[in-house]
């Protein structure tokens, strides 16, 4: 890591909580990371030390504002989640991301597989890296993960065409455009809030279609 300055040369004030970049390249990047962000958020809501955030400036070098990265998504385990942040301050914080995922485009390709690459692999030490390309657009494959194995970045492979992650223990896969987690252990799709509450209404609908049903059959008995 670069050299660390003065706890004295700035205050938590210097490092700004934006950079003046938008969320996501495009309406479909940012629901890519809207949805991520949700569903994982919901995955560990019950435990108090993951934390789960969406394009949330990143300082890595006290004393350094510029020295700053701003991840899609990501997933800390082991900090407390009720803390209030506005940034993250990596010397604050006492760790860095476990997990990150980048909604990647054409216009960010070089700063996703190389510059953030290199970051999240020799500085920032995170232990998963994927790469999503929701257009479909140059990523082949769309979707890529890396895991850090003594010290280096190497390629996850699929498993029954998910890539799995170690660190969350879900598996990514694409779907169309978006990005689906899948839980192995019990079965499961991890759902949206939106996508959960749909299914609530399907369920009610069927039931009420029912208990009409049998309504009709006891009247014409």
């Given at each position: 890591?670069?050299?660390?300055?003065?706890?004295?040369?700035?205050?938590?004030?210097?490092?700004?909580?934006?950079?003046?970049?938008?969320?996501?390249?495009?309406?479909?990047?940012?629901?890519?990371?809207?949805?991520?962000?949700?569903?994982?958020?919901?995955?560990?809501?019950?435990?108090?030390?993951?934390?789960?955030?969406?394009?949330?400036?990143?300082?890595?070098?006290?004393?350094?504002?510029?020295?700053?990265?701003?991840?899609?998504?990501?997933?800390?385990?082991?900090?407390?989640?009720?803390?209030?942040?506005?940034?993250?301050?990596?010397?604050?914080?006492?760790?860095?991301?476990?997990?990150?995922?980048?909604a990647t485009s054409v216009s960010t390709?070089?700063?996703?597989?190389?510059?953030?690459?290199?970051?999240?692999?020799?500085?920032?030490?995170?232990?998963?890296?994927?790469?999503?390309?929701?257009?479909?657009?140059?990523?082949?494959?769309?979707?890529?993960?890396?895991?850090?194995?003594?010290?280096?970045?190497?390629?996850?492979?699929?498993?029954?065409?998910?890539?799995?992650?170690?660190?969350?223990?879900?598996?990514?896969?694409?779907?169309?455009?978006?990005?689906?987690?899948?839980?192995?252990?019990?079965?499961?799709?991890?759902?949206?809030?939106?996508?959960?509450?749909?299914?609530?209404?399907?369920?009610?609908?069927?039931?009420?279609?029912?208990?009409?049903?049998?309504?009709?059959?006891?009247?014409?008995?």
């Amino acid at each position: 890591m670069a050299t660390v300055f003065p706890s004295t040369a700035h205050t938590d004030r210097d490092y700004p909580t934006r950079d003046g970049r938008p969320l996501g390249e495009t309406p479909l990047h940012r629901k890519v990371i809207i949805e991520l962000t949700e569903v994982l958020e919901t995955r560990h809501a019950a435990d108090p030390m993951v934390y789960v955030s969406g394009n949330i400036m990143l300082y890595y070098e006290l004393g350094n504002p510029r020295r700053h990265v701003s991840p899609d998504v990501m997933v800390v385990f082991g900090i407390p989640k009720d803390r209030l942040r506005d940034t993250y301050l990596l010397w604050k914080e006492g760790k860095g991301p476990d997990f990150i995922i980048e909604a990647t485009s054409v216009s960010t390709a070089k700063e996703d597989q190389k510059v953030k690459f290199r970051l999240y692999q020799d500085v920032l030490k995170v232990r998963e890296y994927f790469l999503f390309d929701p257009r479909d657009e140059y990523l082949q494959p769309s979707l890529q993960g890396f895991r850090l194995q003594d010290g280096r970045y190497v390629a996850i492979l699929p498993v029954d065409g998910r890539l799995p992650s170690e660190t969350t223990g879900l598996h990514l896969e694409r779907e169309g455009q978006h990005l689906r987690l899948y839980d192995p252990a019990n079965q499961l799709w991890l759902h949206t809030t939106q996508e959960n509450l749909e299914q609530a209404e399907a369920e009610v609908e069927r039931l009420r279609r029912e208990l009409e049903a049998l309504r009709q059959r006891l009247g014409e008995g």
